[in-house]
């Protein structure tokens, strides 16, 4: 192998392609592969993200396409390389991705093969990574090809790309370069002028030699099947799960993805149906707020407890990290015992902890132990103030909460166009408003525009209380 070096002679460590498969591991469950692109779209100011199964030339494919700001052929080389990520916060919104692995690991996670088309302001760019290519041309180290066409009409690709585009024409799906260049103004039909389309085929196979995702049970979803999370991940790398029950979240991309972003600003879409998505609030009954103050971090941190108005069955800490959920269903504390705090969720954003690689857990440290402790504590409190509360209202009632019925107590809509979230007022049922729902229609006119800004989820009401009262009586 002839290596690399610097101009001092310093030889350059290199890549072996073997390692494209070793760093995918880490995604034991196939959802936090595709989290992974979903959270590259959000991180580029995507407003939608559209999610398919499609065949081209008879290959199974999983495409990704957004409409955020696309990549210059910089940007691609540094997206198709390793541990580059200089994300920062814009506007107050916090970027997902920091480990600059995110790509690399989710799309090998989820098949052999991928390429990236994208288009920004200045550039038509393409880019493959291929662990086939790399065992067919013998590869030793990791080549990405990458290729930018200046002027699409002369469809001419710079005279240092030939060679790139010479293997990406023969080694991926698209065989001409007219191919290359339909794929890439399929980028146009998201109605922005950028973007960015990933296709990923020779999909990940189980043992069994079928394919480790069901895309027929559900026309409109991605599915894995309940004997395929069995057997490909070991019991404690699955999601958090306090008891061997499976959760609708874990089997299905479009519930998973109805909850992966604590304040959704950005429109999943899979397979042709956009995602229904929910403010905590809208999906919470007897909701309370207290507030934790994390050892060595200098900031108050809401904790928003509740009863799961949909299910009782699904129960536990949600645990976000900028936005992004990082453990779901979370079990601690008195969750642990059977027959306590069953229907009870708590919802809390550690902007303080680490998260690990994979994006499902977070580092095992002080600060982590501590939250926990704390976010437990709260939560017993929680459960027997509203239990003492319900007591108090009606002694002679003994149905537990959470078989009680719950009622919808805030109601909010987002609208299509700017994805913002505004506040319906009460007795509107937000099951019989249209498909699509935009800011004009709001029956409140100080929320009527898309200019208008967002109102805050704590404006009216829902003050953090002292969860102590029922101590105090
Ligand atoms: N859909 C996309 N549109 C535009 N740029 C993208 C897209 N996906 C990835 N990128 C670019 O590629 C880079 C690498 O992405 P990758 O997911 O590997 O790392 P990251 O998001 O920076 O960090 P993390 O490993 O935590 O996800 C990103 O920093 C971003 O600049
Ligand atoms: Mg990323
Ligand atoms: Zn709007």
Known sequence: ??????????????????????????????????????????????????????????????????????????????????????KKAVNGKHPIGMYGNGFKSGSMRLGQDAIVLSKSKTDLCVGMLSQTYLKKIRAEQITVPIISIKKPEANNVLEEHRASLRDILDHSPFNTQEELLTELQAIESTGSSTGTRIIVWNLRRTFARHMEFDFTTDRY??????????????????????????????????????????????????????????????????????????????????????????????????????????????????????????????????????????????????????????????????????????????????????ETEKRLDQNWAQCDECQQWRRLPDGINTEKLPEEWFCYMNPDPQFRSCETKEESEDSDSEQPTNLKTYKIQ
């Open 1 to 86: 192998m002839a290596a690399g070096q610097t101009e001092r002679g310093v030889p350059l460590s290199t890549l072996n392609p073997k390692f494209l498969h070793t760093n995918s591991t880490s995604h034991t469950w196939p959802f936090s592969a595709i989290a992974e692109l979903i959270d590259n779209a959000y991180d580029v100011n995507a407003k939608q993200i559209w999610i398919d199964k499609t065949q081209i030339k008879d290959q199974e494919c999983l495409t990704f396409m957004d409409n955020g700001n696309g990549l210059s052929y910089d940007m691609m080389h540094q997206m198709l390389s390793f541990g580059f990520s200089d």
């Open 221 to 402: 979803d991605i599915r894995i099947p309940s004997d395929v999370l069995e057997s490909t991940t070991e019991p404690d790398q699955r999601p958090e799960r306090s008891d061997s029950s499976i959760r609708e979240s874990d089997l299905s991309l479009r519930a998973y993805c109805s909850i992966l972003y604590l304040k959704p600003c950005m429109q999943i879409n899979i397979r042709g149906q956009k995602v229904e998505t929910q403010l905590i609030s809208g999906s919470l009954e007897y909701i309370k707020k207290c507030t934790y103050m994390p050892m060595f971090v200098n900031e108050i941190i809401p904790i928003t407890f509740g009863y799961n108005k949909m299910s009782k069955d699904q129960y536990g800490i949600m645990m976000y990290y900028k936005n992004r959920l990082i453990k779901a269903y979370h079990s601690v504390g008195c969750l642990r015992n059977v027959n306590n705090g069953i229907g009870v969720i708590g919802v809390i954003e550690c902007n303080f902890l680490k998260p690990t690689h994979n994006k499902q857990d977070f580092d095992y440290s002080d600060e982590y132990r501590n939250a926990i402790r704390n976010v437990a504590t709260k939560l017993e409190e929680y459960c027997k103030e509203i239990r003492f509360k319900r007591k108090k209202s009606n002694p002679s009632d003994n149905v537990p909460v959470e």
